[in-house]
Every structure is written in C-alpha cells, then in structure tokens.
C-alpha cells in the first residue's frame, strides 16, 4: 500500500508569485483535504475535494485553489503570493468523503521572501 | 463551531515516567477525536482515534487516550515514556461526517534519559 506522497520537499518563491504543490492520496483513498501549518501552529484546513469537487473550505482567501485528477491526485494552487504564506502545506487523504480518519502526507516547505 | 486547547505548550518527563499530554474540546454533536505526532520536519502520523465505544482507547507505540464527556477531555498518556517519544504532539476534533479536522496548537514533548 502506497502512502500520501507531496512534491516538491521544499520550494522558495518570491512575493506575488504563484505556486503550485502536488499530492498523491494514499491508494484507494478517493477525498484529499490540503491543511496549512505555520511555524509554531497547528495545522489549519483549506479545502477538501471529493471526487474532483470541492467538499468543503476553510477560512482562506480565493487565491489558495485546488484541484482533484480523475485518479485522485490533487494540486493546491496560491496566486499573488503573499510573506504570510510561507509555511508546511500538508495534504492528507481519506477512504470516503465524511471519513474523519485522514493520511497525511509528509508536506511541502514553502518560503515565500 | 469545533475547537481544540491543548493547555500546555511543553510537556518535560523522565524516561521511563509516566507522559500525559493534555486535550480539551469543543464540539456539536458527538466528537470524533484524534491525536497525532509530527518529528522535526515530518508530516503528521496518527497515533489513536475515539469514535463510539470504550473511553480508554489504546494506539500506536504504547500510547493510549481517555475520553471524558463531561470534562470534554481526551488526554494522551504513555504508562513509561522513552527518549524517543520526543516530538511535538497534536490534538483534533471533527464532528460526525464532518469533512475537516479542527487542531489544537500543539504540545511539545521533551523525554530527558
């Protein structure tokens, strides 16, 4: 069984730039949920996306976008980057939408100067 | 709305003393909570969940969790801590089928030998 991977490790951007992250849910897995953890907090959700849908956001601005692929993978997008943005982006995946039980992936560091 | 306190920041024990680590809630309906390590760098991995059932719920590497309704508690303990359960430890709360976790700021665990 393959668990949650992310690309890239680690990613430095400038501000007002534009990133994108990647993940790949855990095999069989069809909801992904994508969480931002700034240093020194907890994790706080984004989004989820259920079969290629949004499921459900966070407090976050419509810069930060998603997308799910048709096999499950997903991308996290943020335009106009902005400092405060610079932070571990997490992506975890799920067996079901509703399943609160989630798999989280290792995360992306991004620097945003 | 959820939320989670974790009401210490560090957490310093003994090798081989007892380790709690402390959880509050806030919830609608009936919690679904969970809780969850992250080493240096790393994503998170779960390490027990409470859904129905028994109060005493027993997870990976020897730690185990109590719920308590009336306190809206879910303490993380370990009977004898090890060095190696050094790391920074994470609280969640979701309600039934809920689609996000709700994290506490965490609690950072130092296991002196």
């Known amino acids: 069984e393959t668990g949650v991977t992310q690309s890239p490790t680690h990613l430095i951007k400038t501000r007002g730039q534009q990133v994108t992250l990647r993940c790949s849910s855990q095999?069989?897995?069809?909801?992904v949920s994508w969480y931002q953890q700034a240093l020194g907090q907890g994790p706080q959700f984004i989004f989820q996306y259920y079969r290629e849908e949004e499921n459900g956001r966070g407090n976050f601005p419509p810069r930060f976008s998603g997308l799910q692929f048709p096999n499950y993978s997903s991308e996290l997008n943020v335009n106009a980057l902005e400092l405060d943005d610079s932070a571990l982006y997490l992506c975890?995946?799920?067996?079901?939408?509703?399943?609160?039980?989630?798999?989280f992936g290792p995360g992306t560091r991004l620097t945003v100067l | 709305a959820q939320s989670v306190a974790q009401p210490e920041d560090q957490v310093n024990v003994a090798e081989g003393n007892p380790l709690t680590v402390k959880c509050t809630y806030s919830?609608?309906?009936?919690?679904?909570l969970f809780w969850y390590v992250q080493y240096p760098n790393r994503g998170l991995q779960f390490l027990l969940k409470y859904i129905t059932g028994d109060n005493l719920v027993k997870g990976s590497y020897g730690f185990e969790a109590e719920f308590n309704k009336s306190q809206t508690s879910f303490h993380l303990k370990k009977p004898s801590a090890l060095v190696s359960d050094s790391a920074l430890y994470f609280c969640a709360v979701s309600g039934y089928n809920d689609y996000k976790l709700s994290f506490g700021a965490g609690t950072t665990v130092t296991v002196r030998a």
């Open positions: 095999s069989g897995h069809n909801t």
């Open positions: 975890a995946s799920s067996l079901a939408q509703g399943d609160n039980e989630q798999f």
């Open positions: 919830v609608s309906g009936n919690p679904y």
